[in-house]
């Protein structure tokens, strides 16, 4: 298609600006603001050789437009086959419409040392343009965008990625969407409001001189919060992070604005707001950060009146177990991870009918996913959904070998030492008078008496009769928490608790599982259960001990958007070479990416420390793992809309397998 010669204006119509000369100050009257960035939605007319940059205020949706404002539909008529109408536009090899977003972005790393600002543009993440439509769709828009804004393309999938590859950068400039993510100006994490007090640290350093200070009305800005924060009314990240390291997990279980905010300090420091009380506000447009008035009375925060009810544990004298014997119900015996696992193993074994729940769901003014659930399991529609959603999970992925130790091995050890006993007895007083200044000596009086008093001989040997009898021939173990109190709703207790993975041998064994005993009553998990109102008495600990397995890769995967609730569509994915352990506890910024889990496709939105992105085999993998990860959140729910989304820790064997290390309910 030969783009017609530009003209200066176009016309306005049905909410939108047909034909004509995209300039920048017709850019801003149109626009809205996603991410930071301003927006318009165009659309290219094929057929009519013209287009239609949209009023962003007026329509949110491409389709809808097109559908009533080009083609006459009403939108019951639209509704009426939706799926339809989005394969015609999205899909369709000699589609009319070519849809796009064009986002004006600035800053110093601009992609082709383009002139600043510059504009991008991009299809929908679902869109299967291939090469040629995409390098025919940048040049009609690049014909119709004032000549002094530079223009870049960015391909929206992996697919789109591969397709463009072979064109010329001279033909069709682009840029891929990690190198824009790494100089964003705004990331939400979690989105929400607060009022508080602004804490502002240039460095770990400053943090840690103040950290014994903060309170829990306080704002934390820095350019990474740490993974070791008391509960906070907020977070500011001045540099790229990931909403799935255990600092960023705690806060979306807490529920409390987090984002990543671009010279945030910068601006704190020239606004003097350090120490001051601000408004702190986190949407899908940006963050707002301004002072405010402090209250003259500091009321109760609500998650403090709002306690966290623990279900009755059963601390009687349960067995050891392999993880493939327990179920989800054991969960009161052996605590959620150690259960999930049980679980995870009954499913792969015997499928579930659950597993197409997500799937069943209406989704107005769709019936349901399952036609989309078919061509994703690669099955012809119609067919038995759950049965080939259980055969996949059974080809794709392995779960851990291990065993679990139940709370009540925990409580044999802890009443057979009196020191301990007398130890808790001190931790407890000092909770009920809740003297804070005295509960972190005593915790760690307490840690250091379990992690020093032997194991009793005879704990010791059924310990290893059971990991004889079930991991002869490990060569390393993983001895990971397995508690009553996380894992909640309003508790998610990320990072809290301890696992260990260099062990190798009986005393290593013994040893780790004391530490990770010791860590339930650590200061920090103490102080942080008190404030949510878990009492110390309701607390048990179990432990897994897991074959460990060696990866090339690996990390964590949430079943939703975690910055984009609303999108039922995408899974979200980070990981990094080897160890999972330092995707979550942040010791490296991890690879990430958004696979959609309905259309198909994904799109990498961060390289983190890597210098290269993954291969497309691995991505492949890497796609099957979040359709696993979507099917088994349907198998968890708890409740009928299936939403609920899963935490996994997976990683990637040297054979190729999908490997899920444990699972746990995604608290946000």
Same mark, same amino acid.
């Given at each position: 298609?030969?783009?017609?010669?530009?003209?200066?204006?176009?016309?306005?119509?049905?909410?939108?600006?047909?034909?004509?000369?995209?300039?920048?100050?017709?850019?801003?009257?149109?626009?809205?603001?996603?991410?930071?960035?301003?927006?318009?939605?165009?659309?290219?007319?094929?057929?009519?050789?013209? #287009?239609?940059?949209?009023?962003?205020?007026?329509?949110?949706?491409?389709? @809808?437009?097109?559908?009533?404002?080009?083609?006459? !539909?009403?939108?019951?008529?639209?509704?009426?086959?939706?799926?339809?109408?989005?394969?015609?536009?999205?899909?369709?090899?000699?589609?009319?419409?070519?849809?796009?977003?064009?986002?004006?972005?600035?800053?110093?790393?601009?992609?082709?040392?383009?002139?600043? $600002?510059?504009?991008? !543009?991009?299809?929908?993440?679902?869109?299967?343009?291939?090469?040629?439509?995409?390098?025919? =769709?940048?040049? =009609?828009?690049?014909?119709?965008?004032?000549?002094?804004?530079?223009?870049?393309?960015?391909?929206?999938?992996?697919?789109?990625?591969?397709?463009?590859?072979?064109?010329?950068?001279?033909?069709?400039?682009?840029?891929?969407?990690?190198?824009?993510?790494?100089?964003?100006?705004?990331?939400? !994490?979690?989105?929400?409001?607060?009022?508080?007090?602004?804490?502002?640290?240039?460095?770990?350093?400053?943090?840690?001189?103040?950290?014994?200070?903060?309170? #829990?009305?306080?704002?934390?800005?820095? $350019?990474?919060?740490?993974? /070791?924060?008391?509960?906070?009314?907020?977070?500011?990240?001045?540099?790229?992070?990931?909403?799935?390291?255990?600092?960023?997990?705690?806060?979306?279980?807490?529920?409390?604005?987090?984002?990543?905010?671009?010279?945030?300090?910068? &601006?704190?420091?020239?606004?003097?707001?350090?120490?001051? #009380?601000?408004?702190?506000?986190?949407?899908?447009?940006?963050?707002?950060?301004? &002072?405010?008035?402090?209250? +003259?009375?500091?009321?109760?925060?609500? #998650?403090?009146?709002?306690?966290? &009810?623990?279900?009755?544990?059963?601390?009687?004298?349960?067995?050891?177990?392999?993880? $493939?014997?327990?179920?989800?119900?054991?969960?009161?015996?052996?605590?959620?991870?150690?259960?999930?696992?049980?679980?995870?193993?009954?499913?792969?074994?015997?499928?579930?009918?659950?597993?197409?729940?997500?799937?069943?769901?209406?989704?107005?003014?769709?019936?349901?996913? !399952?036609?989309?659930?078919?061509?994703?399991?690669?099955?012809?529609?119609?067919?038995?959904?759950?049965?080939?959603?259980?055969?996949?999970?059974?080809?794709?992925?392995?779960?851990? /070998?291990?065993?679990?130790?139940?709370?009540?091995?925990?409580?044999?050890?802890? @009443?057979?030492?009196?020191?301990?006993?007398?130890?808790?007895?001190?931790?407890?007083?000092?909770?009920?008078?809740?003297?804070?200044?005295?509960?972190?000596?005593?915790?760690?009086?307490?840690?250091?008496?379990?992690?020093?008093?032997?194991?009793?001989?005879?704990?010791?040997?059924?310990? /290893?009769?059971?990991?004889?009898?079930?991991?002869?021939?490990?060569? &390393?173990?993983?001895?990971?928490?397995?508690?009553?109190?996380?894992?909640?709703?309003?508790?998610?207790?990320?990072?809290?608790?301890?696992?260990?993975?260099?062990?190798?041998?009986?005393?290593?064994?013994?040893?780790?599982?004391?530490?990770? %005993?010791?860590?339930?009553?650590?200061?920090?998990?103490?102080?942080?259960?008190?404030?949510?109102?878990?009492?110390? +008495?309701?607390?048990?600990?179990?432990?897994?001990?897991?074959?460990?397995?060696?990866?090339?890769?690996?990390?964590?995967?949430?079943?939703?958007?975690?910055?984009?609730?609303?999108?039922?569509?995408?899974?979200?994915?980070?990981?990094?070479?080897?160890?999972?352990?330092?995707? *979550?506890?942040?010791?490296?910024?991890?690879?990430?990416?958004?696979?959609?889990? *309905?259309?198909?496709?994904?799109?990498?939105?961060?390289?983190?420390?890597?210098?290269?992105?993954?291969?497309?085999?691995?991505?492949?993998?890497?796609?099957?793992?979040?359709?696993?990860?979507?099917?088994?959140?349907?198998?968890?729910?708890?409740?009928?809309?299936?939403?609920?989304?899963?935490?996994?820790? %997976?990683?990637?064997?040297?054979?190729?397998?999908?490997?899920?290390?444990?699972?746990?309910?995604?608290?946000?």
């Amino acid at each position: 298609m030969t783009a017609p010669a530009q003209t200066p204006a176009g016309e306005h119509r049905h909410g939108a600006v047909v034909g004509g000369l995209l300039t920048l100050p017709l850019f801003e009257q149109l626009s809205g603001v996603l991410g930071g960035h301003p927006y318009v939605k165009v659309v290219v007319d094929r057929q009519e050789r013209t #287009w239609h940059v949209l009023d962003s205020s007026v329509h949110s949706f491409h389709v @809808n437009y097109v559908a009533t404002c080009i083609e006459g !539909l009403t939108l019951e008529e639209l509704d009426a086959d939706l799926d339809g109408f989005n394969h015609s536009v999205y899909h369709a090899p000699d589609r009319r419409f070519l849809l796009g977003v064009l986002s004006l972005h600035s800053g110093t790393a601009t992609p082709q040392d383009a002139p600043q $600002p510059f504009m991008v !543009l991009e299809t929908t993440e679902a869109d299967t343009m291939n090469g040629a439509v995409l390098t025919e =769709f940048h040049a =009609f828009v690049r014909a119709h965008l004032d000549s002094s804004l530079a223009l870049v393309v960015k391909p929206a999938n992996h697919g789109q990625e591969q397709a463009v590859a072979a064109i010329p950068e001279s033909v069709m400039p682009r840029a891929q969407g990690h190198e824009l993510l790494s100089t964003a100006p705004f990331v939400p !994490l979690t989105l929400g409001s607060a009022d508080g007090r602004l804490r502002c640290f240039a460095s770990d350093e400053e943090y840690r001189a103040a950290r014994e200070d903060l309170a #829990w009305y306080d704002i934390v800005a820095m $350019p990474v919060v740490p993974d /070791d924060i008391p509960r906070l009314a907020g977070l500011v990240n001045a540099l790229p992070t990931t909403p799935l390291s255990h600092t960023n997990m705690l806060a979306a279980g807490w529920g409390v604005p987090n984002a990543i905010v671009r010279g945030v300090l910068e &601006r704190i420091t020239a606004d003097e707001l350090n120490g001051s #009380w601000v408004r702190y506000e986190v949407t899908t447009e940006g963050a707002r950060l301004e &002072r405010a008035e402090q209250p +003259d009375d500091l009321a109760e925060p609500v #998650w403090h009146t709002q306690r966290i &009810r623990l279900d009755a544990p059963r601390v009687k004298d349960l067995p050891i177990l392999p993880l $493939p014997e327990l179920r989800a119900g054991d969960r009161h015996g052996y605590g959620t991870k150690a259960a999930n696992l049980g679980e995870l193993h009954h499913v792969l074994r015997h499928g579930s009918p659950r597993l197409p729940g997500y799937y069943a769901v209406p989704r107005p003014p769709r019936r349901n996913l !399952l036609g989309h659930l078919a061509a994703r399991l690669e099955v012809p529609e119609g067919t038995e959904a759950a049965e080939a959603a259980g055969d996949f999970l059974t080809r794709h992925v392995t779960g851990p /070998d291990g065993i679990a130790l139940p709370f009540a091995l925990q409580q044999r050890f802890l @009443n057979g030492s009196p020191a301990i006993q007398q130890s808790i007895g001190k931790l407890k007083m000092a909770l009920e008078l809740d003297a804070m200044d005295v509960i972190d000596t005593v915790c760690v009086q307490l840690q250091h008496l379990v992690r020093t008093t032997p194991v009793p001989d005879d704990i010791a040997r059924t310990i /290893d009769t059971h990991l004889v009898k079930h991991l002869a021939g490990a060569t &390393r173990f993983a001895v990971r928490s397995s508690s009553n109190a996380e894992d909640l709703a309003g508790f998610s207790a990320a990072g809290i608790y301890e696992s260990h993975t260099q062990v190798t041998d009986l005393p290593g064994v013994l040893d780790a599982v004391r530490q990770v %005993w010791a860590s339930l009553c650590s200061p920090r998990s103490v102080r942080l259960r008190h404030q949510a109102g878990i009492s110390l +008495d309701d607390t048990y600990m179990g432990v897994i001990v897991q074959r460990f397995e060696p990866s090339p890769l690996g990390g964590v995967m949430v079943t939703c958007n975690p910055t984009n609730r609303a999108d039922f569509r995408n899974v979200y994915l980070n990981c990094a070479h080897g160890s999972t352990a330092a995707v *979550v506890d942040g010791t490296t910024l991890p690879m990430q990416y958004l696979y959609n889990t *309905v259309e198909g496709g994904g799109r990498t939105l961060s390289l983190g420390a890597a210098e290269h992105d993954l291969d497309a085999d691995t991505r492949a993998r890497l796609a099957r793992l979040a359709l696993a990860g979507r099917l088994l959140q349907s198998h968890f729910a708890t409740d009928y809309t299936f939403a609920a989304p899963l935490d996994i820790e %997976w990683l990637l064997t040297a054979d190729g397998n999908l490997h899920i290390l444990q699972l746990r309910p995604y608290s946000a």
